[in-house]
């Protein structure tokens, strides 16, 4: 049986990552513990048709962002990783900076410290020298930057398979085997004939 994958959504705009990454999770088998932050559940509201009730029954297990008690708030609770989808400017400034004011920033902590493969889908554009920074900060702690940029060589028809391509590159981090797009097999021009 595999660990579980720990799952935060936090509240900067695409909270549709998350959601959408939680349900394929859940149709490939893969045992979830769902963190959603304060202001995630208003932009479920603002952004998404999906209930806050509906999100939490797509995982297996849920935690309050204020439980800093949690199972995943520990480090010998083993998991396989976590997933930040989308990852705010506010929790990664308090991940980059170990300032666990909450679980979302605590298991993110935990999962740098225990060196597993901890994935942070930030949104936010234009970037600052400030947000580089705190960037540069989360990857020299270990974390993967992997923001939500869409790729079009898989010619996406819709915006959900411009979803799935980025949770797809999430996936591809922590070793989840997926087939959300079609992958890059070089071009066809370029093969030797």
Same mark, same amino acid.
Do not use: N, P
């Given at each position: 049986m595999s660990l579980p994958l720990v799952v935060a959504i936090t509240g900067a705009t695409g909270v549709i990552y998350g959601v959408e990454l939680l349900r394929v999770l859940k149709e490939l088998g893969q045992e979830t513990h769902l963190i959603i932050s304060e202001s995630a559940g208003l932009n479920l509201k603002i952004e998404t048709e999906h209930s806050l009730k509906e999100v939490r029954a797509m !995982?297996?297990?849920v935690y309050p962002n204020k439980d800093v008690g949690a199972?995943? !708030?520990s #480090?010998?609770?083993r998991t396989r990783g976590m997933?930040? !989808?989308p990852c705010s400017i506010k929790t990664l400034s308090g991940i980059a900076n170990s300032y666990t004011a909450n679980l979302v920033v605590r298991a993110a902590d935990v999962t740098l410290?225990?060196?597993r493969k901890l994935v942070l889908?930030?949104?936010e554009t234009p970037l600052h020298k400030g947000h580089l920074e705190l960037m540069m900060r989360a990857a020299d702690c270990g974390a993967v930057l992997l923001p939500p940029v869409p790729a079009f060589y898989h010619k996406p028809a819709t915006i959900m398979d411009l979803i799935h391509q980025s949770i797809g590159k999430a996936l591809d981090q922590v070793g989840i085997e997926h087939e959300l797009f079609r992958r890059w097999a #070089?071009?066809?021009g370029s093969r030797s004939q």
């Open positions: !995982a297996d297990v199972a995943v !708030a #480090g010998s609770f997933i930040v !989808a410290k225990e060196q889908m930030v949104r #070089g071009h066809a």
